[in-house]
């Protein structure tokens, strides 16, 4: 095997350990949050995602500039760098569907057009496409935040957004 087939591969391994730890983490705080009442103290609860979501996004990107850093050390090819972004922005897709998840049930009327009377897995599909759709920003304005602390969430992603994209991509290049 080549080593680029090999450094590829650990880059595989490590950003989905990364990704399953995240996931694990999120989901953990959604049952710890459902099961100590967080309809007794939504405040508490909101504060702390809030704090949990911003150093979620510095310690990801953080570490992606560090893998982009490796990727530039070793002549890698621009698929290298296509596959860690398309593995961190589904990465940061998918943890900010699952922060939006709890501010939904933190407060129900977070959001204007999710229905809170929906399944989980039903209000998750649609806040995973609320959370691509402010990712990529485009903005339907079907799924609206509407109190302070999903606007400050989404805004988080939305900066996280344009970091990864802007800021590493033309990282690569200058130094290609």
Not at 6 to 34: G, Q
Not at 71 to 89: C, P, W
């Amino acid at each position: 095997m080549t080593y680029e087939f090999l450094s590829k591969t650990r880059m595989v391994v490590s950003l989905t350990k990364e990704f399953i730890f995240l996931v694990m983490l999120l989901i953990l705080f959604f049952v710890v949050m459902s099961v100590w009442g967080h309809q007794e103290h939504p405040e508490l609860w909101a504060s702390v995602l809030v704090l949990f979501s911003i150093t979620k996004i510095y310690l990801l990107v953080s570490h992606t500039f560090k893998k982009l850093d490796i990727l530039i050390e070793n002549n890698h090819s621009f698929r290298h760098l296509l596959l860690l972004l398309s593995a961190i922005i589904t990465i940061i897709v998918i943890s900010f569907a699952i922060d939006y998840l709890c501010i939904s049930e933190i407060y129900p009327g977070a959001f204007s057009g999710i229905q809170n009377s929906q399944p989980l897995v039903f209000r998750f599909t649609n806040l995973l496409y609320f959370s691509i759709v402010t990712f990529t920003t485009v903005g339907y304005g079907d799924i609206i935040p509407v109190i302070l602390v999903a606007k400050l969430i989404t805004v988080l992603e939305m900066m996280s957004a344009f970091v990864v994209i802007v800021f590493i991509i033309s990282k690569y290049f200058k130094t290609n």
